[in-house]
């Protein structure tokens, strides 16, 4: 698996470089990376010259807040991990939202 987050460092953090803000630690799933795809984001193609293998599900990824809400209004959300989520993302996503897409502690 790539190491993720916005500095390829593996937390979900953020900061004015990162405009998309990749804060929402999500565990893939076939159904989101598919509407990832749709969106013109295809997180499963291996991208060598990146050192990125490729997205699979069950894989661990820092999504960006805003494509995780499009994700959730379109029913594809992937399950989160809260305490890798950074708290930054409940500008734009109710807390409410995050919980009952949270895996299990």
């Given amino acids: 698996m790539p190491m993720t987050g916005y500095w ?6 953020s900061g004015p470089e990162d405009m998309s803000m990749h804060t ?6 076939a159904e989101f990376l598919a509407f ?8 499963t193609s291996p991208r060598p010259e990146y050192g990125f293998p490729g997205l699979r599900p ?5 999504l960006s ?3 995780w ?5 379109n029913d594809v ?3 989160v991990v809260l305490n890798a989520t950074h708290e930054a993302c409940l500008e734009f996503v109710e807390a409410q939202a995050l919980l009952e897409h949270a895996l299990p502690v």
């Avoid at 929402?24 to 799933?29: E, G, K, L, P, R």
């Fill in 8 to 13: 390829r460092d593996g937390c979900c953090e």
């Fill in 24 to 29: 929402v630690c999500a565990v893939m799933t």
């Fill in 36 to 43: 990832s795809v749709t969106m013109g984001n295809d997180l």
């Fill in 58 to 62: 069950g894989d661990r990824w820092c």
């Fill in 65 to 67: 807040v805003m494509r």
């Fill in 69 to 73: 809400a499009e994700a959730l209004e």
């Fill in 77 to 79: 959300a992937p399950p």
